[in-house]
Nanobody
């Protein structure tokens, strides 16, 4: 099982970006999917989570600016980021709780990270 994140880049403050993260491999089912980020010199922090049923949760720092969504048919989670601020600059990582066909028990998988840089 692998997660592949994409969509990062350089954007001016106030702009928007959409991140994607696709899961692939021998997947039986996917439970929660989410996003974390790690700014330079800081610890990784949670950004948002979406459950298999579509319920969403956000960190206070991104609430009302970011929207998490998923396409279960494509095993993909998205993060729409609007009104970006310089403090949103970070490497963004996706994660997912996946039950693989081979293992049969849920495990957390991580994507490789995609860099988002917001200029002032």
């Amino acid at each position: 099982v692998q997660l592949q994140a994409s969509g990062g880049g350089l954007v001016q403050a106030g702009g928007s970006l959409r991140l994607s993260c696709a899961a692939s491999g021998s997947i039986f089912s996917i439970n929660n999917m989410g996003w974390y980020r790690q700014a330079p010199g800081k610890q990784r922090e949670w950004v948002a989570t979406i459950t298999s049923g579509g319920n969403t949760m956000y960190a206070d720092s991104v609430k009302a600016r970011f929207t998490i969504s998923r396409d279960n048919a494509k095993n993909t989670v998205y993060l729409q980021m609007n009104s970006l601020k310089p403090e949103d600059t970070a490497v963004y990582y996706c994660d997912a709780v996946i039950i693989a066909v081979v293992r049969g028990d849920p495990n957390v998988y991580w994507g490789q990270g995609t860099l988002v840089t917001v200029s002032s």
